[in-house]
């Protein structure tokens, strides 16, 4: 198997699908083959639901399951739930929808923080504790969460050791309007994603993980992304900084977009690229900075400008 060529082959569908977001659709399947998860926030409207179908629909035999949170929901509504078998009179676990490749949790800060909190374990650790047992969740088990910023009205923030699960925070926004013109061509006769056909199976995704972890990252680079992290802490802007969790995230996410790019190392400028999709969404600004106008992008921005670079 060629893993440049299944990376591409995959890429190039997603595309033909979720137009005018080459860059975006890339890092989200570097998330995906990074083995982390990803919030996509953005207004209505703009593709976050399309892109999440369009992935599972491209790799024949992986599992997706989708979750409309709603204020109601229950936790064994996302992890499953043990059931009496009237034939045999014992319990029967029934696996919820947490157990799949591609799980889709639709506008999850709809949900209360008790349900929110129910994802944790399962995004951080691969598993589920459910009556006192735990449940390994093998597989690809790839997180895709979606939440529009412009609605407050019965919604719930993210508490910060949520958001600190996901890898990424992408935003799609709006296409031009050439591609806006084409969207609406796509989808005269029929929605382009029930035209879409599998790509890649299910262990070529698997091997595309295992390719890589296996993407050479210097030492030289991994003291660059320790000190790129390190500089949210002490920052006189920053309330609460990254954790080691996002250098973590920031090396494998570089690794999985060097495979994308047809190469077996990563550099600096690979680093740069993504480090404000990983680090942004961590941090929380102090009070007087939000006040000011101060944005967490910008700020991951002048961090990359002041940290030295390894030549």
């Known amino acids: 198997m060629s893993i440049p060529a299944t990376a591409s082959r995959l890429e190039t569908a997603i595309c033909s699908v979720v137009r005018g977001q080459p860059e975006v659709v890339r890092r989200v399947l570097a998330c995906m083959i990074s083995g982390g998860h990803i919030l996509l926030e953005d207004f209505p409207g703009t593709g976050k639901t399309t892109l999440a179908k369009a992935i599972a629909k491209a790799i024949s035999g992986a599992m997706f399951k989708r979750v409309q949170f709603t204020p109601d929901l229950l936790p064994s509504d996302i992890l499953g739930i043990s059931v009496l078998d009237p034939r045999t009179q014992e319990f029967r676990f ?19 923080p008790r349900i929110q909190s129910a994802l944790l374990e399962a995004m951080g650790e691969r598993q589920a504790t459910i009556e006192g047992q735990r449940h390994d969740l093998d597989g690809i088990f790839f997180v895709i969460a979606t939440q529009n910023p412009v609605e407050f009205r019965g919604t719930y923030p993210l508490p910060e050791a949520q958001m600190d699960r996901f890898s990424m925070q992408c935003a799609l926004g709006y296409v031009s309007a050439a591609e ?122 002048d961090l990359i400008e002041q940290t030295p670079v390894p030549v």
């Open 180 to 301: 806006e013109a084409a969207i609406l061509a796509d989808q005269a006769d029929s929605h382009p994603v029930d035209r879409i056909t599998p790509v890649a199976t299910r262990e070529e995704i698997l091997e595309l993980m295992d390719a890589a972890r296996h993407v050479r990252f210097s030492e030289e680079l991994r003291h660059y992304v320790v000190a790129l992290v390190g500089a949210t802490r002490g920052h006189p802007s920053i309330q609460l900084a990254a954790s080691p969790r996002a250098s973590l995230a920031l090396m494998k996410i570089s690794q999985a977009l060097a495979v994308f790019q047809g190469d077996d190392f990563v550099t600096p400028e690979l680093i740069q690229s993504v480090a404000a999709d990983v680090i942004a969404h961590r941090i929380v600004l102090a009070p007087e900075a939000k006040y000011s106008g101060a944005c967490a992008r910008q700020i991951v921005a």
């Open 94 to 112: 029934n696996p919820g929808p947490v157990f799949t490749d591609i799980l889709l949790a639709d506008e999850i800060n709809r949900a209360s």
